[in-house]
């Protein structure tokens, strides 16, 4: 099992870009989280999603979007970036809740944006 | 609102120290879960430890231990003959009962093992 894989590892976007990340799971888990790491900060929850189809906020959703089309999948979309989003971000999965089920996480993608 | 803070940014010891790191937490709920993540310098977070609010036990597992006090609002991390291998940032998180995929993380702390 390749676990939860993030791509890509590093980018650079310029102000009032878009892009994508990605992330997929091969372990099956309902659950799937995004998150942010700022430096010298703990993680905080952007967006999760319980289930195909099914998404929601978390602490920080603004300025980002995603979807859950199958279950492996759960992209997140920046639109218009900010330099206020340079951070790492972080994908994560469980097999259920994040409270009763340890969370296994990609290796993150730090973003920069100038 | 939750909180969790670790007070301790950055410990330096020296491999065969044994070395706490602290954590202390602010919920309202009586019902919460309280967990332990190591991020080594590869990136990914790895999960450590999860404890629910009605568990008091200590746990020990190998050289890891922690501490869970309910009086003091606090879930210690104790690494016993520290390893260089141990050298990562350790994040300490929250989850409140009915809020059951928010987990809130503590600021971390770094932890650099020196030989």
């Known amino acids: 099992n390749a676990g939860v894989t993030q791509t890509p590892k590093f980018r650079i976007l310029k102000i009032g870009q878009s892009m994508t990340l990605q992330c997929t799971q091969d372990?099956?888990?309902?659950?799937m989280y995004w998150y942010r790491q700022d430096p010298g900060m703990g993680l905080k929850l952007i967006y999760y999603?319980?289930?195909?189809?099914?998404?929601d906020k978390g602490e920080v959703p603004n300025g980002y979007n995603v979807s859950r089309s199958t279950t492996e999948d759960f992209p997140l979309r920046l639109e218009l970036a900010a330099p206020s989003q340079t951070s790492v971000y972080f994908c994560?999965?469980?097999?259920?809740?994040?409270?009763?089920?340890?969370?296994?996480f990609g290796p993150g993608t730090r973003l920069t944006v100038t | 609102a939750q909180k969790v803070t670790q007070a301790q940014t950055e410990i330096s010891v020296v491999e065969k120290e044994d070395v706490t790191l602290d954590c202390v937490y602010e919920?309202?709920?009586?019902?919460?879960?309280l967990f332990w993540y190591k991020q080594p310098p590869s990136g990914e977070l790895v999960f450590l430890i999860r404890?629910?609010?009605?568990?008091?036990q200590n746990e020990i597992s190998g050289r890891y231990s922690w501490n869970f006090q309910k009086s003091t609002s606090s879930f210690n991390f104790t690494i016993t003959a520290s390893q260089v291998v141990d050298s990562a940032v350790y994040f300490c998180?929250?989850?409140?009962?009915?809020?059951?995929?928010?987990?809130?993380f503590g600021g971390g702390t770094r932890l650099m093992v020196k030989p």
């Open positions: 994560a999965s469980s097999y259920n809740e994040a409270s009763l089920y340890e969370q296994y």
């Open positions: 372990m099956n888990h309902n659950y």
């Open positions: 999603s319980v289930g195909a189809g099914i998404t």
């Open positions: 919920t309202r709920d009586t019902t919460y879960y």
């Open positions: 404890r629910n609010s009605f568990d008091e």
């Open positions: 998180a929250l989850s409140e009962g009915n809020a059951g995929n928010m987990l809130t």
